[in-house]
């Protein structure tokens, strides 16, 4: 299931973000593409080795770490460093699949859920969706600056050709507490739920009992 988080990062956030990514050093995009990507991939993204990279990641997770939503529809063990890609003059990244694990500075993590925040907005480029595919057919996605979407590493998917402007997002991988999908997409709908109930105050009772099964939900079904 996609998801669709919206205002991760704000419009102040977002502006100071950019603004460092125009100083950074871009690299071709097939440095951290296995064999199988770097046939089809055509981007850059930002040198993994520079010291401002370290800042503008830092930056990304600090973000992600403070929205509620990020949490409980990821319900994250571990977050791999946020990357960042830029798409221009036709660039592309034909369809492929994500690699299941990953190695991180210290850690190797699996690839259950995907996500790209989207750091530009999408009238300043044409072209550059992001293309999902899944079992109900293919997604379109392409979101408003500071928006992210998050879906299952195991779909395939592609970004469309940037034939004007620039597409500049970051992306990255999760590890969730919750590997299946079905059962992490009933947590976070319940979650939701339960967060619309904190504003009626005859609802109490109920929402203590919906608390109650959510987080006994979560203790059966969650790994860490
Ligand atoms: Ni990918």
Redo the contacts with the bound molecule.
Sequence with gaps: MMHHIKGVLNAEQLSTLTQHLTQADWVDGRVTTGHQ?AAVKSNEQVDTQSSLYQELQQFVLQAINQHPQFFSATLPVNISSPLFNRYQGGGA?GF?V?GAVRREENLWLRTDI?ATLFLNEPDSYEGGELVIQDTFGQHKVKLPAGDMVIYPSSSL?CVTPVVAGQRIASFMWIQSMVRDEKKRAMLSQLDDDIQQLSSIESATTTRMNLLNLYHNLLREWSEI
């Design positions: 990507g990244y492929h994500d995907s998917h």
